[in-house]
């Protein structure tokens, strides 16, 4: 999974992981196996996105 958050823009985050100033992080990738169900996730309503004018 590709996911960018918050934690991307952290600066406790970026120091930890030793990034100079001008070295930005633009993304995790969590890689592994899923265990359990995943989540369902609801289709989202295209009509809350486009609107017609």
Request: hydrophobic fraction near 40%; charge should be negative.
């Amino acid at each position: 999974m590709w996911r960018t958050g918050s934690m991307a823009y952290n600066d406790t985050v970026r120091q930890g992981l030793g990034l100079a100033e001008q070295e930005k992080i633009i993304g995790f990738l969590y890689l592994g196996t899923a265990i359990g169900p995943g989540k369902s996730l609801a289709d989202p309503d295209s009509a809350d996105y486009f609107k017609e004018w």
